[in-house]
T-cell receptor, first 115, second 113 residues
Framework: DTEVTQTPKHLVMGMTNKKSLKCEQH?????MYWYKQKAKKPPELMFV???????INESVPSRFSPECPNSSLLNLHLHALQPEDSALYLC??????????????FGPGTRLTVT | GENVEQHPSTLSVQEGDSAVIKCTYS??????FPWYKQELGKGPQLIID?????GEKKDQRIAVTLNKTAKHFSLHITETQPEDSAVYFC????????????FGKGTSLLVTP
C-alpha cells in the first residue's frame, strides 16, 4: 500500500483566517514533504522533514508553518495568506531522505482558495 | 542547481500508437530519475523510475531509458490507451539538493480513440 491521505480536499479561507492542512501515511516512511502546485505547473518543494526534523525549508514565507507531530503525520499551518497562495498543496512521503533516491509517493492534495 | 527540461509540452497520439517524452538535466551528480502521471484533480502518481546505474527499465507498456553521457532520459509508452491521457512529469534528484525532486514542466498527453 502506497497511500498518502490529505485532509481537507478543498479549503476556502479568508486572508485573516488560520487553518491547517493535514497529511498522514502508514507506510513507515521517515521522510515527508510539502509541495505547492499552481495550475499547469510542476510541484514546487516547500519543506522536507526527515525523521521528524525539518531538514529543508525552500525559503517559504512564515505565513506557512509546518509541523511533524510524529513519523506518520505532517501538518501545514496557514495564517494571513494572500490570494496568490491559492494552489494545490501536495504532501508526499518516502522511505528516507538524503539517501540514494527514495521513491516519493504523493497524496491527492488539498485545493486551497484564499479570498 | 539542477535544471530539468522536458519536451514536448503537449502530445497528441492515436490510440494504439506509441508516445515518447524526453527530458534533459544539467547536474551530472543527479542519479535518480522518476516519472509521474497526474490526472486532473489528483496528485502525481509514480509510474516508473530509474537510477543512474541502469540504462533502461521496463514495466509492461512503459519504459524509461537513461543516457548519462548526454544527460537525458526518456519515457516510452507503447500501445497507448485513452486512460493514458494525463500530464506527465519527469524529475531528477541528487545528494546536492538533499534528494529533493527537481521537476520538468510537464507534458500534457492526449490519446484519442
Amino acid at each position: 500500500d502506497t497511500e498518502v491521505t490529505q485532509t481537507p480536499k478543498h479549503l476556502v479561507m479568508g486572508m485573516t483566517n488560520k487553518k491547517s492542512l493535514k497529511c498522514e501515511q502508514h507506510m513507515g516512511h521517515r521522510a515527508m514533504y510539502w509541495y505547492k502546485q499552481k495550475a499547469k505547473k510542476p510541484p514546487e518543494l516547500m519543506f522536507v522533514y526527515s525523521y521528524e526534523k525539518l531538514s529543508i525549508n525552500e525559503s517559504v514565507p512564515s505565513r506557512f508553518s509546518p509541523e511533524c507531530p510524529n513519523s506518520s503525520l505532517l501538518n501545514l499551518h496557514l495564517h494571513a495568506l494572500q490570494p496568490e497562495d491559492s494552489a494545490l498543496y501536495l504532501c508526499a512521503s518516502s522511505q528516507g531522505a538524503g539517501g540514494a533516491g527514495y521513491e516519493q509517493y504523493f497524496g491527492p492534495g488539498t485545493r486551497l482558495t484564499v479570498t | 542547481g539542477e535544471n530539468v527540461e522536458q519536451h514536448p509540452s503537449t502530445l497528441s497520439v492515436q490510440e494504439g500508437d506509441s508516445a515518447v517524452i524526453k527530458c534533459t538535466y544539467s547536474d551530472s551528480a543527479s542519479n535518480y530519475f522518476p516519472w509521474y502521471k497526474q490526472e486532473l484533480g489528483k496528485g502525481p502518481q509514480l509510474i516508473i523510475d530509474i537510477r543512474s546505474n541502469v540504462g533502461e527499465k521496463k514495466d509492461q507498456r512503459i519504459a524509461v531509458t537513461l543516457n548519462k553521457t548526454a544527460k537525458h532520459f526518456s519515457l516510452h509508452i507503447t500501445e497507448t490507451q485513452p486512460e493514458d491521457s494525463a500530464v506527465y512529469f519527469c524529475a531528477a534528484s541528487n545528494s546536492n539538493s538533499g534528494y529533493a525532486l527537481n521537476f520538468g514542466k510537464g507534458t500534457s498527453l492526449l490519446v484519442t480513440p
